[in-house]
Nanobody
Framework: QVQLVESGGGLVQPGGSLRLSCSAS????????MYWVRQAPGKGLEWVSR????????FYADSVKGRFTISRDNARNTIYLSMNTLKPEDTARYYC??????????????????WGQGTQVTVSS
């Protein structure tokens, strides 16, 4: 049974930091690109970041570049999203997703083979 379980969300003040985690099971983790995708209230999905199955540097949306860092620990089947200098516009539900190959439509849920339940991040004073 495939599972993606996100954790680490919460309420944080503007300028603060959070670290999200996504624990994966039920599939060969290293064969998949792993993604973070978010959805703000009343808005569509927005791709945030992705990382190759073998690890290495991640790729980022312009809206988070320089503030967010994606990483993965293949020994633990887990990916992380370190979020710094958080802004109110970062408020969203953050989802972890998996896809064997790259997609040119990372904002479309059906593009992903596996999808988590999400964790809520709220940036507010």
């Amino acid at each position: 049974q495939v599972q993606l379980v996100e954790s680490g969300g919460g309420l944080v003040q503007p300028g603060g930091s959070l670290r999200l985690s996504c624990s994966a099971s039920g599939f060969t983790f290293t064969n998949y690109w792993m993604y973070w995708v978010r959805q703000a209230p009343g808005k569509g999905l927005e791709w945030v970041s992705r990382i190759y199955g073998g690890g290495g540097s991640g790729f980022y949306a312009d809206s988070v570049k320089g503030r967010f860092t994606i990483s993965r620990d293949n020994a633990r089947n887990t990916i992380y999203l370190s979020m710094n200098t958080l802004k109110p516009e970062d408020t969203a539900r953050y989802y972890c997703a998996a896809r064997r190959s790259l997609t040119w439509r990372p904002d479309v849920k059906d593009e992903y083979e596996y999808w988590g339940q999400g964790t809520q991040v709220t940036v507010s004073s």
